[in-house]
């Protein structure tokens, strides 16, 4: 029987056991989508509970010390955090949000859990909680993957070369993707269950109460959350979309969708957008959108899943792009900045500092001007190592969708990954060499440095 109406390719059991006769509750950790809407993994563990006739209790927790998340990220978490709650209470579901480690911050819950089910997550940090949930919880546990349109093996079982050679295969089959998972009020309650939860209500507070490795400010112009993802879906489907083909070619257009910082943290789903899209007239606009969101997007998490440790190394890129980096790694650099000098946006190209200016105010960039500023890091920096480890730096440091798989498998794809050799140049070697000259000749640079 299909559950909850989920395609069973997004269903991954761990645990092959019966649910816990004696646990009270389906617990659902979630770690990668925060949202009652559209979310395959919540309503699995709203299926179990019907089948054990039983509640369900969501939970989530945040590292008392933070690696890959600033203030920004926090206030846009918690913000998403928020709606979730609400969501999840007129379903009568209880939410229990903690600080602390993976390991001990739900051991009563663990306890109590007839079945644990969850998201599944591609990065280390994200895995690593599952791997510790299933270290320590004996009874059945089921992973969800509920943050991609298409589940990564459900398309291939191997590392892609590039996006041609995923596109065929991903645009045959997502369309037996874009199932809506049936949704459903719970029948038994566990709102009035006493399980000890840190307040959301204020994101300050949980930010005060965290230690950093990194900081930003926060950012304002943008708002977490569901309820701001899907309005601000409507208005690029009502408004937008029909620009996009143009737009995504100029950063002085903002026909964008901006949903990249929404995906992030799981507060709308792919699929969700993508059966939104799909159900408009075929344009050149709509079919480049489902290029981005779905060739593109989903040939990351491709990236991320086969690569594992090395997702974040330059041993990840493919031996030709290794070897012409290697090659041209002594070769002289017209200019050569420090990491703080880039961060300040102190260069000589007003261009490059005004996308770090950007970063730094508004956590958000254009795809075209990242690909121009990720680029300059590498011919700016003494060797291609310290330009990956700079780019990561200030990539997730600022961008709002900082630490995603997209984010990794884009900042590579400066070093070579996903594209081809081109024609042999300084510091670049073969790899594909973009400068002002280019941009000049591609954008309307003057608006773009006004702030246009
Ligand atoms: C150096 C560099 C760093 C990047 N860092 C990140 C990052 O940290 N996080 C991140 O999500 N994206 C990153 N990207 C990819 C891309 O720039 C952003 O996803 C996109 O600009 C987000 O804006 P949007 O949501 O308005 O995109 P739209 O143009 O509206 O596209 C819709 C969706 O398609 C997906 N998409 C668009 N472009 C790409 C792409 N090139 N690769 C994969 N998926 C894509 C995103 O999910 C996006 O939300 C990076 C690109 C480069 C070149």
């Excluded at 546990?141 to 298409?150: A, F, K």
């Amino acid at each position: 029987m299909i559950m909850k109406n989920i395609h069973e390719d997004r269903i991954h059991i761990v645990n092959d056991t019966d649910c816990d006769e004696n646990g009270k509750y389906i617990l659902y950790w979630a770690i990668k989508s925060f949202r009652a809407h559209w979310n395959h993994s919540l309503e699995y563990a709203v299926g179990l509970a019907e089948k054990e006739d039983c509640g369900v209790v969501v939970c989530t927790h945040l590292e008392n010390t933070q690696n890959h998340l600033t203030e920004r990220h926090i206030k846009f978490h918690v913000e998403g955090l928020q709606d979730f709650k609400n969501e999840l209470s007129d379903r009568n579901i209880k939410f229990v949000f903690r600080l602390g480690s993976a390991s001990d911050v739900f051991k009563d819950l663990l306890k109590d859990a007839k079945a644990v089910v969850s998201d599944f997550g591609y990065l280390r940090e994200n895995t690593s909680v599952t791997n510790h949930i299933h270290k320590t919880f004996s009874s059945k546990l089921v992973l969800v993957e509920s943050n991609v349109t298409v589940p990564v093996e459900g398309v291939s079982d191997k590392q892609e070369y590039a996006a041609r050679t995923i596109r065929s295969d991903i645009m045959d089959a997502y369309q037996d993707y874009l199932e809506k998972p049936t949704s459903s009020k719970v029948p038994k309650s566990t709102l009035n269950y006493s399980l000890d939860s840190r307040s959301i209500d204020s994101y300050q507070s949980i930010i005060d109460d965290l230690s950093f490795s990194e900081h930003t400010n926060v950012v304002e112009e943008y708002k977490g959350g569901h309820s701001e993802a899907k309005s601000k879906l409507d208005y690029f489907l009502n408004s937008e979309l029909n620009d996009y083909d143009d737009a995504r070619q100029s950063p002085t257009d903002r026909s964008v969708s901006e949903m990249s910082m929404y995906l992030r943290f799981g507060h709308i789903a792919p699929s969700y957008i993508l059966s939104r899209v799909e159900s408009r007239r075929k344009t050149d606009d709509v079919k480049s959108y489902i290029e981005e969101l779905l060739v593109r997007r989903e040939l990351t998490h491709n990236f991320v899943y086969f690569t594992e440790e090395d997702y974040d190394s330059l041993k990840a890129l493919p031996d030709w792009a290794q070897e012409t980096l290697d090659k041209h790694k002594s070769d002289e650099r017209e200019h050569v900045y420090t990491r703080s000098e880039l961060e300040n946006g102190k260069t000589h190209d007003e261009a490059w500092n005004e996308c770090m200016k950007r970063m730094r105010e508004t956590g958000y960039l254009h795809n075209h001007m990242r690909m121009f500023w990720g680029k300059q890091i590498l011919a700016w920096t003494n060797t291609p190592q310290f330009a990956l480890s700079t780019l990561l730096y200030l990539n997730n440091k600022y961008f709002l969708d900082g630490n995603d798989p997209n984010s990794y498998a884009n900042a590579l794809w400066i070093f070579g990954l996903h594209d081809r050799a081109w024609g042999e140049n300084d510091v670049f070697g073969k790899v594909r060499k973009m400068n002002r000259s280019g941009l000049d000749s591609k954008i309307d640079v003057d608006k773009f440095v006004e702030g246009k």
